[in-house]
């Protein structure tokens, strides 16, 4: 397993955080291991403010999920797009909220005048397959999810 790709994952997983604070982040402390290795007093000084983000233990539990997710991924072909890649799509480069990672199966022209994203159900999707062992059930299963996403 690619251990960066453990750390991208936790990383985008990070409740609250846009791309300008993930900068920021990234930028202070050199990559995304130097973030979950960090004291909570580190990440204080350097965020200023009071946050779950600096709970020891909510950031190993993002390095253990991240675990599993890269797990599957790298198992299921699944191909990860991280905001710092130069692939990243231009367009969701100047959107606030745009996510830190996509997840495609497949090709895709991400650079072309009109691209879909579906990111908010996605990574669920994902992460209940996961974290309920759905893979391990027979026959392999499909789902959908229906609703407005945006």
Same mark, same amino acid.
């Given at each position: =397993?690619?251990?960066?790709? $453990? ?5 985008? &997983?990070? +409740?609250?955080?846009?791309? /300008?604070? #993930?900068?920021?982040?990234? #930028?202070? %402390?050199?990559?995304? +291991? ?10 204080? &000084? /350097? =965020?200023?403010? *009071? &946050?779950?983000? %600096?709970?020891?233990?909510?950031? *190993? &539990?993002?390095?253990?999920?991240? !675990? +599993?997710?890269?797990?599957?991924? =790298?198992?299921?072909?699944? !191909? ?8 990243? @799509? ?17 090709? #895709?022209? *991400? ?7 579906? @990111?908010?159900?996605?990574?669920? /999707? $994902? ?12 026959? @392999?299963? !499909? %789902?959908?999810? %229906?609703?407005?996403?945006?």
């Amino acid at each position: =397993m690619e251990d960066s790709l $453990v750390y991208r994952i936790a990383f985008a &997983s990070l +409740r609250g955080i846009n791309r /300008v604070m #993930a900068e920021q982040l990234l #930028a202070h %402390f050199g990559d995304e +291991r130097n973030f979950f290795e960090a004291t909570e007093r580190q990440l204080s &000084s /350097v =965020m200023g403010l *009071k &946050s779950r983000l %600096f709970d020891d233990a909510y950031r *190993k &539990s993002l390095i253990e999920r991240g !675990k +599993r997710q890269a797990d599957f991924l =790298m198992s299921s072909g699944v !191909k990860t797009l991280y905001f710092t890649d130069e692939q990243y @799509p231009q367009r969701l480069c100047d959107a606030d909220d745009a996510p830190l990672m996509l997840f495609s199966i497949g090709g #895709a022209d *991400k650079s072309a005048s009109s691209i879909t994203l579906r @990111p908010e159900n996605t990574a669920g /999707v $994902v992460r209940a397959y996961i974290e309920h062992n759905i893979s391990r059930q027979s026959p @392999p299963q !499909k %789902f959908w999810y %229906f609703g407005p996403m945006f």
